[in-house]
């Protein structure tokens, strides 16, 4: 029951600015699951918040159909890659890089609002191109780490692509959720997601992130930018914890 509270509690924040795997992957690892089969279950549950949030932006008109597709492929193929790359490389050297990622990007957010339209001339004019890139590095990230993917994601696309920090959430969803899905498929192929687990959590995760969904285009960008900075540091804070322990 505590871990299906848990996937809603997740699904809730993680549709608003990302970050639910801080909630979601210590209560697994606290209901005694090997961390490998933790990991792999909590991208099993992920997937079903993170499309259920794409089609519920959908539905409101606050996703870019232009860059949707391309970030959706390219975010695919980075997981695949990160995932395989886990195997060959060790993740802890990321951490000290991930920590201050987080909390530049939590500072940067906290003192300086993002502006709309404010991207970049060689992002307006290769939209395309520059989303496919900023999908497959994320994508990349989230296979081989993960930590923080959405929450980056969010703030990526409000300070790259000037989008307004609904839309960003909305649009850094069509990454986030392409990502989870590569790494998920990898993951019950090799046979290493608890279903018994994933399956409840998951619709957790999905009510959640419906709620979540329609609270972020409802309150506007103040609870995405309040989110954003809280479950960075949080995120950041998590990842200073496991490399000194």
Known sequence: MLLVIAGFVAGLVDAIAG??????????LAAHLDPA????????QAVFGSV???????RKGQLDWKRAPWSFVFALLGAVLGARLVLR?????LRPAVIALLVAASVLTLVRKPTVGTRLAVVASHARASASVVAL????Y????????????????AYWFGDGLVKASANAKVANS???????????????????????????QLLGAVLGTRLTIRAGAGIVRAAAIVVGLLLAARVAWQAFH
């Open 37 to 44: 089969v933790a990991l792999a279950t909590n991208k099993g």
């Open 89 to 93: 490389a060790n993740p802890a050297v």
């Open 52 to 58: 259920s949030s794409v089609v519920e932006f959908g």
């Open 19 to 28: 970050g639910g795997g801080i909630i979601t992957l210590p209560a697994l």
């Open 137 to 140: 590095g994320m994508g990349l």
């Open 142 to 157: 989230d296979g081989f780490f993960g930590p923080g993917t959405g929450t980056l994601l969010v703030l990526g696309y």
């Open 178 to 204: 392409a990502s989870n899905l590569g790494a998920m498929v990898l993951f019950a192929a090799s046979g290493a997601i608890r279903w018994d687990i994933a399956l409840p959590m998951g619709v957790a």
